[in-house]
């Protein structure tokens, strides 16, 4: 079982940056970070295997996101720079037991946070 408990959100400018945690329990396979902006879907956003080898980005974040991660501290981060109003959503993160990325679904992930909220003002 593996408990993820995100912290690191809030409100910044646009053109601001922001860096989320993601602190697990056990021990966490391949970590993402899903995103649900207002009035939206889930949508993924980033995940990193566990050896940190491989990692995936949605188009709306590559170049600005960066996902990274410490096994040593079992926590995983979310880098975000150059804020957009539209990155305003509550991010989740997730994990799953498999060491090997394996794709962006959300049903590849059994283990979810309670989120963290990220608001980017215009």
């Known amino acids: 079982q593996v408990q993820l408990v995100e912290s690191g959100g809030g409100l910044v400018q646009a053109g601001g940056s922001l860096r989320l945690s993601c602190a697990a329990s056990?021990?966490?396979?391949?970590m993402g970070w899903f995103r649900r902006p207002p009035g939206k879907g889930r949508e993924f956003a980033a995940a990193i295997s566990w050896s940190g080898s491989t990692t995936d980005y949605a188009d709306s974040v590559k170049g600005r996101f960066t996902i990274s991660r410490d096994n040593a501290k079992n926590t995983v981060y979310l880098e975000m720079n150059s804020l957009k109003p539209e990155d305003t959503a509550v991010y989740y993160c997730?994990?799953?037991?498999?060491?090997?990325?394996?794709?962006?679904?959300?049903?590849?992930?059994?283990?979810w946070g309670q989120g963290t909220q990220v608001t980017v003002s215009s």
């Open positions: 997730a994990a799953d037991s498999k060491r090997s990325y394996s794709g962006r679904q959300s049903s590849r992930y059994s283990y």
């Open positions: 056990g021990r966490p396979g391949v």
